[in-house]
């Protein structure tokens, strides 16, 4: 089916810059939205200053960033260190290209499709990428030839490569049941049956969980530990360079949300209203979330984490995935 | 670690009724809460009813300042020119605000009241050198003003080394 559609590359490539503005966009709004909320969690107002609601917030920001002096300390590895950001916005934004959001349209001649690329082993590539958007953090850090950036980026790498293993596991039981790596298939897969977050219920609260730890937000925030440890491996980091990190961590949480709702909660499906407004209230639905967790919560220790990581999430990932195997081979 | 979920279920709830809630900030440059009106702020220096200035230009101030922050250098008092009732008078008197920690000991040790720290503590430049306060400008009401609570709520008496003496 997805074979025959008839979609030229040019309609490819305008999605492609359409999705990846959206998602920049998207990523500068959340902020002041993400900022609004927590101050009003704490009685705050939030900023309200930059233009009317503060609206105008992520632009000063931008603008505050970009002319900040990109500090470039005399020890660093050249290369490394300028690619460091570079890379974790690259694999950033990449990333939310596999993210299906809409079904296909027929435009007179041509079939547009609701997501950029329909990639047969989706899943994994989603998890590629983060994985090296994982190396980017690690190599700042020891780029910057800084003892607290170089512990500050093992402190990174030993969370989200502990928690990986968990969100790897965790969605094994959903691919068990949509017998389809990619993403696409796995959204009308659950058109077809259920929403797989009544059948995946663990692997949904597992996903989550180490979805958390993965994009590094409260309460597994350790990586940045604003109040205690102040910065990890971006310590050297100053200006926009020190920004493409923080975009890079704020577009995996979309990411995460978006892959979230694709797996656990039928993608762009629902009634009445068009696919991609389904699919947007179920992301914004997730990243409520995400800052509603970050108001509440407060920050593991970094022996909890590794506990809970490797003795409980772990665990209950792998039981989670034998026991949906089990079924689905019984069941046939 | 031992998980408490029902704990954590109501600290969700609490943050997402804060939501709902009038927040409690008071917007500064819009609203300015009234400090206290022994609040220590921007430095005056006093006159007579006369217009005589108070200040003798004795330099206790100067030596009082842990900060040393305030430069006097007297001149002597002429029948043409008699600018306070001693025999000398504050030729120069400055004070660096950006070094001021506003510990009012300059006031403590005015022999004749004639440095007071007032309210007003929007004393931000955008240069360093527009810190200093010279004593026309010490002398002047201050440009900007802050409210201040009303006193006889407030204060406390008059000291008893200042009535008695």
């Known amino acids: ?332 | 670690m031992s998980p408490q979920p029902i704990g954590s279920l109501k600290g969700f709830a609490v943050t997402l009724r804060q939501i709902f809630r009038k927040p409690i900030t008071q917007q500064y440059p819009e609203y300015k809460r009234p400090v206290y009106p022994r609040f220590r702020g921007r430095h005056r220096l006093h006159r007579y009813d006369n217009g005589l200035e108070k200040c003798v230009g004795c330099s206790l101030c100067a030596a009082a300042c842990p900060a040393d922050c305030i430069r006097v250098v007297p001149a002597e008092n002429t029948p043409e020119n008699r600018v306070s009732p001693g025999e000398r008078y504050a030729r120069i008197y400055e004070i660096n605000m950006s070094r001021c920690i506003f510990c009012g000991y300059c006031e403590l040790a005015c022999p004749f009241d004639a440095i007071t720290l007032g309210n007003e503590y929007e004393l931000s430049e955008y240069n360093r050198d527009d810190q200093i306060y010279t004593k026309d400008m010490l002398l002047a009401p201050p440009v900007k003003t802050v409210p201040s609570a009303d006193a006889a709520r407030y204060d406390t008496p008059e000291p008893v080394w200042k009535t008695s003496a």
């Not at chain 1, 810059?17 to 959340?30: C, D, H, K, M």
């Not at chain 1, 349209?105 to 989603?126: E, K, S």
């Not at chain 1, 597994?220 to 961590?249: C, I, K, N, W």
């Not at chain 1, 809970?308 to 089990?326: D, E, H, Q």
Request: charged fraction near 10%.
């Open chain 1, 1 to 332: 089916m997805i074979l025959a559609l008839h979609q030229p590359w040019w309609i490819s490539a305008i999605k492609a810059f359409v999705v990846a503005n959206l998602v920049l966009g998207g990523f500068a709004y959340l902020t002041w939205l993400e900022r609004k909320i927590l101050g009003r969690m704490h009685l705050r107002y939030g900023p309200n200053r930059a233009g009317p609601f503060g609206l105008l917030q992520p632009i000063a920001d931008l603008v505050k960033l970009l002319r900040k002096a990109s500090f470039f300390p005399a020890a660093a590895v050249d290369v490394l260190y300028v690619l460091a950001p570079v890379v974790a916005g690259f694999t950033a934004i990449a990333a939310f290209s596999v993210i299906p959001f809409g079904p296909v349209w027929h435009w007179g001649d041509y079939d547009v499709t609701g997501w950029v690329v329909n990639v047969p082993i989706g899943l994994v590539l989603l998890f590629a990428l983060s994985s090296v958007g994982v190396y980017a953090f690690v190599v700042g850090g020891w780029s910057s030839e800084s003892k607290y950036s170089l512990l500050g980026s093992m402190r990174t790498c030993a969370q989200m490569v502990s928690y990986e293993v968990s969100l790897a596991l965790s969605v094994l039981g959903v691919v068990l049941m949509a017998h389809s790596l990619s993403l696409v298939d796995i959204v009308e897969r659950q058109q077809a049956t259920i929403w797989f977050c009544v059948p995946q219920i663990v692997g949904l609260i597992t996903f989550f969980i180490a979805g958390i730890a993965e994009t590094n937000r409260a309460p597994f925030d350790l990586p940045e530990a604003e109040q205690e440890l102040v910065a990890g491996y971006h310590t050297e980091y100053s200006g926009m360079r020190f920004g493409l990190f923080q975009t890079a961590e704020y577009i995996n949480m979309i990411t995460l949300s978006g892959l979230a709702v694709t797996l656990f909660f039928g993608g762009w499906s629902g009634p009445v209203l068009p696919g991609p407004i389904w699919f947007l209230v179920k992301l914004g639905t997730f990243i409520f979330f995400f800052m509603w967790m970050r108001a509440t919560l407060p920050r593991l220790r970094y022996d909890q984490l590794m506990r809970f990581g490797w003795k409980v999430l772990l665990p209950v990932a792998t039981i989670n995935a034998l026991v949906t195997a089990v079924v689905v081979v019984a069941v046939g």
